[in-house]
């Protein structure tokens, strides 16, 4: 009997590894997900897979920011979500066995971590425990879209901005003596979809959420002062 025991996981090094898709293979099941199991490199405005592209596969956000998002026939688009590093994203298009239903592309530079559709359908055949994982995404998914609906019936669009930030902030930003700082990695029409808002009324957001709270906010840069 082959011994498997000095194999690597490739997710050993992560630091996502606890919470991982793949946490649970080992043994056999190891050179499957191994073999497939491949690092892509993203750069801003990269895209990872368009809308309406088959499924092949399965990805998890180990760097960065994904902005998931519906295209339109007239070349116009909504960004729907925010994919955030320890993240999957693809397994709904895989799950339902059709092509894409949104757009994935890197808002800032990124890496993904992605499993071929052939090795993903092995490994879920021979492992209750990733396939487990799997069902919580899914049930994860439904509940942030279920919180999101519940967000915007009875918070402010002013709490819902600044929810936001501080999320972004958290990820992406850095401390420095008067405040955590960032970059904001999306543009403000972006900033308006993922708040289902139009642009001018975001202006407005914006501008009372500087004036009320501990935000400075001067065109990209987001500063929370301490």
């Known amino acids: 009997m082959r011994d498997f025991s000095q194999l ?5 090094n992560c630091g996502f590894q606890d919470q991982s898709l ?11 997900l191994n073999r497939g199991f491949n690092r892509v490199p993203l750069e801003t405005g990269q895209i990872l897979f368009g809308q309406g592209e088959e499924n092949t596969g399965i990805y998890c956000i180990s760097k960065g920011l994904i902005g998931m ?5 007239d070349g116009r688009s909504t ?14 298009s895989f799950m339902a066995g059709q092509p894409h239903h949104t757009e994935a592309q890197a808002l800032i530079p990124s890496r993904v971590c992605m499993v071929p559709r052939h090795a993903v359908r092995q490994i879920l055949d021979r492992s209750p425990e990733v396939l487990g994982r799997l069902a919580d995404r899914c049930i994860q998914e439904i509940d942030r879209s279920h919180a999101h609906i519940i967000a915007a019936a009875t918070s402010s669009n002013t709490e819902r901005l600044s929810d936001l930030l501080a999320k972004l902030l958290q990820i992406h930003g850095q401390d420095y003596a008067d405040g955590r700082r960032m970059e904001l990695p999306l543009s403000r029409a972006d900033l308006a979809d993922l708040l289902g808002i139009r642009p001018e009324t975001l202006s407005r957001v914006v501008a009372r959420l500087a004036s009320n709270g501990p935000y400075t906010i001067r065109g990209r840069e987001v500063l929370l002062r301490s």
């Open 79 to 92: 960004l729907l979500r925010l994919g955030y590093p320890g993240e999957i994203i693809g397994f709904r």
């Open 8 to 12: 690597q996981h490739p997710c050993g």
């Open 69 to 73: 998002r519906s295209c339109q026939g």
């Open 22 to 32: 793949w946490q649970p293979v080992s043994g056999a099941l190891l050179p499957t």
